[in-house]
């Protein structure tokens, strides 16, 4: 990695400050701002309204990349998309598009981000649990991964993102300074002006950061990786959360929900004949009745090196009218981009095969 300053990775005042320390004017750290954030440049050579001088200056100090873009897939229906990129050291990511049209939606279209290269946090049905070798993404990574992805939105006939959910390759509870960070920068009304509302962070549930989160008091959603309403099945399903007993992780969910007074989504993968029978149903309707929750039920993605199997159709809808005997909001994700590999838990840091 260069031991140079990502100026993507900076915010306004602190590229302001830096300014006058490479010998450029202070205001110059505004038009920085617009090209790294905003205009996605992919160089210094590219900021044509700074002199050869002073690009020199910045150059000598700092650098400005994007990452390679190696693939991209677009699923049959047009509704999904999927993009594999390159970082610097040569680190692979995948990153998916979402797109959503109709009176409803309003023309959403999604970005699913990545926010470490790989993941260790060892669920047994996720493809990127296979990569434990891995290393965060830098915020200034992030955003140019939502920028990569801005690019591809537009390409292929959408007016580009409106929202983010950080729900991609990693667990980002343990890139947590990186993801706030990102998200500054993705929400600043000069750069790419996301709306904070429009934000959703998805983790295994690892209750410490929930609750440093909860204190940012930003607007932004939160989603918790549930997959179990009792403490042995998830430990069987998701070794890390051994560590956080649902109590515990329900409580860091509820002050989340008191701090800044947006409701928890709880998201439940359903995998035929492991989480899916009636008395899973009821231990979940019990375990969140009245916490103000909604849930969404997502149809397990086939991954074939796990053996989970997805629940079928009439189990989903069993599950859910179960559930709606509580006192909780049910949602049935509709799952997209199974086609390309693109969907919940199918991300993955792609080598040989492309
Ligand atoms: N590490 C974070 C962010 C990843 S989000 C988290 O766990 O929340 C990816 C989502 O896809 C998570 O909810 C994850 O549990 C889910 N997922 C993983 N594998 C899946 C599969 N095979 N089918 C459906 N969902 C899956």
């Known amino acids: ?105 309003r023309d959403r279209v999604t970005c699913c981000v990545s926010t470490q290269t790989g993941c260790v946090m060892g669920c047994k049905f996720c493809a990127t649990a296979q990569y434990q070798k891995c290393r965060n993404l830098t915020a200034g990574e992030i955003v140019s991964q939502v920028q990569m992805a801005d690019k591809a939105a537009k390409e292929l006939g959408s007016k580009g993102l409106t929202n983010l959910v950080y729900m991609g390759m990693g667990e980002p509870m343990l890139n947590l300074a990186q993801v706030k960070k ?40 939160l989603a918790i990786s549930l997959h179990a309403a009792n403490d042995e099945l998830r430990r069987n399903l998701m070794p890390a959360a051994a560590r956080y007993p649902l109590q515990e992780l329900l409580a860091a969910a509820d002050y989340y929900q008191a701090q800044t007074g947006r409701r928890v989504c709880y998201e439940y993968a359903l995998f035929k004949d492991i989480n899916d029978r009636p008395e899973a149903a009821r231990s979940l309707g019990k375990l969140l009745d009245g916490r103000g929750a909604l849930i969404n039920l997502i149809p397990a993605n086939p991954l074939p090196e796990t053996g989970f199997m997805p629940s079928d159709d009439e189990t989903v809808k069993h599950f859910s009218r179960l559930l709606s005997l509580y006192n909780v909001e049910v949602q049935i994700r509709q799952e997209r981009g199974r086609d390309i590999n693109a969907a919940c838990g199918q991300l993955r840091k792609r080598t040989l095969e492309v």
Not at 53 to 67: E, G, N, R, V
Not at 191 to 209: E, Y
């Open 182 to 221: 990102s998200i500054e920068l993705l929400n600043d009304e000069r750069g790419l002006n996301i709306g904070q509302r429009k934000i959703a962070v998805s983790t295994c549930g690892l209750p410490k950061q929930i609750r440093q989160m909860a204190d940012w008091k930003m607007q932004i959603h």
């Open 1 to 105: 990695m260069s031991a140079k300053t990502d100026l993507r990775s900076l915010s306004r005042s602190e590229l302001k400050s830096l300014m006058p320390k490479l010998g450029l004017a202070a205001f110059r750290g505004e038009q920085i701002f617009d090209w790294a954030q905003k205009r996605a440049a992919a160089s210094i050579n590219e900021l044509t309204n700074l002199s050869a001088a002073d690009q020199k200056k910045l150059a000598a100090a700092c650098y400005l990349a994007l990452p390679v873009l190696i693939k991209k897939d677009v699923a049959a229906n047009g509704d999904t998309a999927k993009l594999l990129l390159e970082l610097a050291d040569g680190e692979r990511i995948e990153t998916a598009i979402m797109f959503y049209s109709g009176k409803d939606s």
